[in-house]
């Protein structure tokens, strides 16, 4: 006899896994799995599921270079140009605040989390850069020191260049109180507290369309799974778009490499250079180094993995001339991770449909904000339902 729907999935399957869901999460990146947690917490009795169609977070969360940073201080002045002071303020308080409530929720040993502190570099020909830093330091100093309680969190150490075998650099802002941490065993320990509170993650599970129906929502996916849920979050970050093409998230690819340990390796801490465009950092005794989106614009706003020679080339010649002059170094591995970014450089946590909402567009900062703006987008819900 002819059944009335074909899907791989059997009665067992669909009646266990995908029945009576009060709350699925799309995308399991740190945002979607702060929010499942927030969310149990909030609400013990609801059953919760993150869908995440990689084996494994396959955005950013587990593909960034787990700077737990809060801002240089260039960064600062070009949004102060952007935005307006209350609203720039605000951001670095959040941030700041995010990374706190990180490392509550997992622990500084978990995260691999070392305070090694971070650093911005100057070129000789950007000494008016530099001088407009000197400018503001103090008004900065006193900003962070309301929220974070650390003195003089930003100080000139230009003698570390030296230390450090930089090449080519003419100054250096040091602050304090940044630090690093491994995203891998971010997201690890992540997934492991949500599994621990009974929120199911279930992976290679690629919603292709949702929409609301008959009180809930209702999702499509792939390997013909289709499935109901009494309410659905976005937390999609950079692929947003495949699914709500009018949402202001636009992907911005970023190309990461990493170098095989190098012998007498100098350098330690995080380091932000060119406005922020490139990164680098150690990793024990490697160097992790990414960026050089703005080579290319157009070409790197794209949610698709890749490389291009123009950026691959630009980050090894960042290593033998500036970042590893004196030591020879092999590299060991690329990869890229997407963002999603937008106009302003703000998250959008909303409802967007009557059951569906989004917490998503974490730009560059989602390590920072990621914890908090998950338990934005559960406590946003809770108010609502
Ligand atoms: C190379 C790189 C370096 C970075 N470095 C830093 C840094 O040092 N410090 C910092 O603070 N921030 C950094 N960031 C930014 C930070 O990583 C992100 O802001 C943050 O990880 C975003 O988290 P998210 O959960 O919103 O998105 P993501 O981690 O991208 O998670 C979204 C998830 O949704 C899944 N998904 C998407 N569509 C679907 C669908 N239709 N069905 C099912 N699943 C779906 C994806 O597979 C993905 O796992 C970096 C980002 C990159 C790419």
């Known amino acids: 006899m002819e059944g009335k729907s074909t899907s791989l999935f059997s009665h067992w399957e669909k009646t266990v896994f995908f029945d009576k869901i009060d709350l699925v999460i799309i995308g399991g990146g740190i945002v979607g799995t702060n929010a499942a947690i927030r969310l149990k917490e909030l609400h013990p009795g609801w059953k919760i599921v993150i869908l995440e169609r990689g084996t494994l977070p396959l955005g950013a969360s587990t593909r960034n270079a787990g700077f737990a940073c809060f801002g240089s201080m260039t960064e600062l002045l070009d949004d102060l140009e952007n935005q307006n002071q209350k609203e720039v303020f605000d951001l670095l308080e959040r941030r700041w605040k995010g990374l706190q409530r990180l490392r509550q929720r997992v622990g500084d040993q978990q995260l691999n989390y070392y305070n090694y502190g971070a650093y911005e570099l100057f070129h000789a020909s950007e000494e008016y850069e530099f001088k407009q830093c000197m400018d503001k330091l103090e008004a900065f100093n006193q900003v962070l020191k309301e929220i974070t309680g650390i003195e003089e969190v930003f100080e000139v150490k230009d003698q570390r260049i030296k230390d450090f075998g930089l090449a080519g650099i003419k100054h250096l802002i040091y602050n304090k109180a940044e630090g690093q941490l491994n995203p891998g065993r971010m997201m690890q320990e992540l997934w492991k507290l949500a599994r621990s509170m009974e929120i199911e993650i279930h992976c290679g599970v690629e919603v292709n ?119 020879p170094f092999e590299i060991d591995h690329w990869w890229s991770g997407i963002l999603g970014v937008g106009p302003k450089k703000a998250p959008i946590v909303e409802r967007i449909e009557p059951n569906i909402f989004t917490a998503v567009r974490l730009g560059g900062m989602g390590v920072a904000i990621g914890t908090l703006v998950g338990e934005q987008a559960a406590e946003y819900i809770t108010d609502i339902v």
């Not at 929502?217 to 947003?240: D, I």
């Not at 636009?250 to 490139?278: E, M």
Request: hydrophobic share 35%; charged share 25%; net charge positive.
């Open 209 to 327: 369309q949702l929409q609301n129906h008959d009180g809930g929502v209702k999702l499509w996916c792939n390997e013909r799974l289709q499935f109901s849920a009494a309410r659905a979050l976005l937390a999609t970050n950079g692929f947003t778009k495949r699914l709500f093409p009018h949402l202001e998230v636009l992907p911005a690819r970023n190309q990461v490499l990493i170098t095989k340990p190098v012998s007498a390796l100098k350098l330690k801490g995080c380091f932000h250079y060119d406005k922020g465009y490139y990164y680098f950092r150690n990793v024990g005794d490697r160097i992790l180094l990414g960026g050089g989106r703005n080579l290319a614009k157009e070409e790197e706003q794209t949610d698709e993995f890749g490389h291009t020679d123009i950026i691959q080339n630009k980050l090894k010649q960042l290593l033998s001339e500036m970042i590893l002059p004196d030591n």
